[in-house]
């Protein structure tokens, strides 16, 4: 089958492949047909090595499609079912399951250090346990989430991760409080959908924070009530808050500098989310008497902070009743040209779809 193959970390070029093979399969496993795969900055960050990922591998972890075939002793899934992939499935026995936190469950990592492909040049491994830019993936039972018939497969993908993880940092993490005022620094998908969830839960301003002129215009489309460039982000502190700063804060970045300047933005007792990605080694420094004195939370979330089977229920009733935009966000996209090429190349009729979430 074809697949797209990052083969050294830190290059820029997806390779298309059509000798790649999905391994694996076997009890507790399921084999799926990708027909729609979102891409999210965390693949752009395991390509050029922010994020830690074996190479050569295939990126991707925001799909959706058809099982095809379903491994023994797997139960409640069928051949011909319709699913998202579910990139960190959650194993309900844990202590964080226990807590009702699993989204911090680390057994879905356990999937990533097992290469999901071969080639006849030796194996390859699939991004986050998973690898969605590819026509077939084998993974664990658990991470196929079945979803409604109502449910487009681009849809489903988004929901996958960059939906959930930016709505549940507004709903769950943050909980934004009703006529609170927001800044979300990052408009890519992530950072739209923590826009929209922000709009849901009721803040009054929501200030989008972005350095690309196109991003600020789409935030303005799914809420955000002004737009400004980071070096714009004084001034609106100053206007919108009277300079005391905003009550909560988005990072959506993934940077020590963004997360420093989201923290200086946040008003004295208000919240600092911090939802961006980032590398081992870039270090957010804050001194103690600040730490002290301000009493900002600073919140980290994980994938949106809460159970991830509740959080793509929750999307999807909210989609239905047309109180977040999801189509919108498939046509929110950056120029990454050399993956939409490589994607473009994949594409054979309807078989497989690709929604660029940011």
Not at 16 to 45: M, N, Q, W, Y
Not at 339 to 344: C, F, M, S, Y
Request: hydrophobic share 40%; with cysteine.
């Amino acid at each position: 089958m074809r697949a797209a193959v990052l083969h050294e970390t830190g290059q820029d070029k997806l390779e298309v492949l059509d000798d790649v093979e999905a391994v694996g399969f076997g009890p507790g496993k399921v084999r799926i047909r990708v027909r729609a795969t979102g891409l999210c900055h965390s693949d752009i960050s395991a390509m050029n090595g922010v994020l830690p990922q074996p190479a050569p591998f295939v990126p991707g972890h925001e799909g959706a499609g058809e099982i095809t075939d379903v491994g023994d002793g797997v139960n409640g899934l069928s051949q011909g079912d319709r699913v998202l992939l579910c990139w960190l499935p959650a194993c309900r026995v844990c202590p964080a399951c226990k807590r009702g936190q699993s989204e911090l469950c680390l057994a879905g990592f356990m999937n990533a250090g097992t290469p999901n492909f071969k080639r006849p040049g030796g194996d390859v491994f699939g991004f986050a346990g998973t690898g969605t830019f590819t026509e077939e993936v084998v993974v664990p039972a658990g991470c196929a989430v079945p979803i409604p018939d109502d449910v487009p497969f681009d849809i489903a993908a988004l929901i996958g991760c960059g939906v959930t993880t930016g709505l549940g940092a507004a709903i769950n993490t943050a909980d934004v409080a009703a006529g609170s005022s927001v800044a979300v620094i990052g408009c890519g998908g992530v950072g739209i959908s923590a826009i929209q969830g922000a709009r849901l839960k009721g803040a009054a301003q929501i200030v989008a924070v972005d350095p690309v002129a196109t991003r600020r215009e789409a935030a303005l489309k799914f809420g955000a009530t002004e737009a400004v460039s980071p070096d714009e982000l004084a001034d609106a502190k100053q206007r919108v808050t009277a300079g005391e700063g905003f009550d909560y804060v988005f990072e959506v970045v993934g940077k020590s500098a963004t997360a420093r300047t989201a923290y200086e933005t946040t008003r004295r007792g208000g919240t600092l989310c911090i939802v961006g990605a980032g590398a081992m080694d870039d270090h957010l420094q804050l001194n103690m008497f600040e730490l002290f004195f301000d009493e900002k939370r600073i919140l980290p979330s994980m994938y949106g902070g809460g159970d991830v089977l509740t959080s793509y229920e929750r999307a999807i009733a909210l989609w239905r009743a047309g109180r977040i935009d999801l189509e919108g966000l498939i046509t929110h996209r950056v120029k990454l040209a050399e993956i939409n090429e490589a994607l473009a190349q994949m594409r054979t009729g309807e078989a497989l779809r690709t929604c660029i979430e940011i």
